[in-house]
């Protein structure tokens, strides 16, 4: 096993100027060699799982009269987050310990509708390319501060100069509702570096329980129905 960096000399990892600019040790080249590679074939298992919901978006667009697919989001992990998510889970700072972090390749699918997340989770996990390796409900089972999200992670299949490999894509599925509430708890809880009272987390948590009701009447008007009948 390589060794590991020590956490003192973490700071000059996560700074591409630095690597960019500086002169720099050939273990620290080497390094830096590592974890681009090992991004860009994170990289590559998303855009195929990407470029299968923009195609499945384009056809529900022209085909069909609704697209369960609002929009998506795609990210790689940054660096810094890479080791922060290791040091936290107990792990060495070393490349061969990456495969550990399941979500270094994301994709964020917002939905209009709840049955829309659970439409699109049966096609992906349908598809015969795509190997489901772990399911979270969050929308039947909300997490305690009111978090609502499907999330699955898929082993995505694509071709290297090599040849065929496979990588974890972490897919988050939920609605325009359940996105902005996300999107506005971590600006309030984590970007502000406040600490919430119990109060204030009691108001976040039936914030969350506000949408979710929203969704679930909406949904309901979606499918022409009238709450609490038929």
């Known amino acids: 096993m390589k060794e590991a960096k ?64 609002h929009h998506l989001e795609c990210r790689v992990k940054k660096l810094d987050s890479i080791i922060e998510k290791l040091l936290r889970k107990g792990y060495e700072v070393t490349p061969d310990n990456f495969h550990r972090i399941r979500d270094i390749a994301g994709i964020r699918v917002i939905c209009n509708y709840v049955d829309d997340i659970y439409y699109l989770r049966n096609l992906l996990i349908g598809n015969s390319d795509f190997q489901l390796l772990r399911e979270r409900d969050y929308i ?45 708890e971590h600006e309030l809880r984590y970007k502000s570096n406040r600490d919430f009272s119990t109060q204030e987390s009691r108001q976040l948590l039936e914030c969350a329980q506000t949408l979710a009701d929203l969704d679930q009447k909406m949904q309901l008007l979606f499918c022409g129905k009238e709450e609490g009948g038929e």
Not at 11 to 16: A, E, F, H, N, W
Not at 48 to 61: H, P, R
């Open 6 to 69: 020590k956490i003192d000399e973490l700071p000059r990892y996560l700074d591409q100027e630095i690597l960019n600019q500086e002169i720099v040790s050939p273990e620290m080249l080497s390094f830096r060699s590592e974890v681009n590679r090992i991004r860009q074939l994170y990289n590559s298992a998303m855009q195929v799982a990407s470029t299968q919901l923009n195609i499945l978006d384009a056809e529900f667009s022209s085909v069909y009269d609704h697209s369960p697919i």
């Open 140 to 184: 039947q089972q909300p997490k305690e501060n009111g978090y609502r999200s499907l999330h699955l992670i898929l082993n995505v299949p694509f071709m290297i100069a090599e040849g065929r490999m496979a990588l974890p894509v972490e897919i988050q599925l939920r609605t325009i509702a359940m996105d902005m509430w996300a999107s506005l």
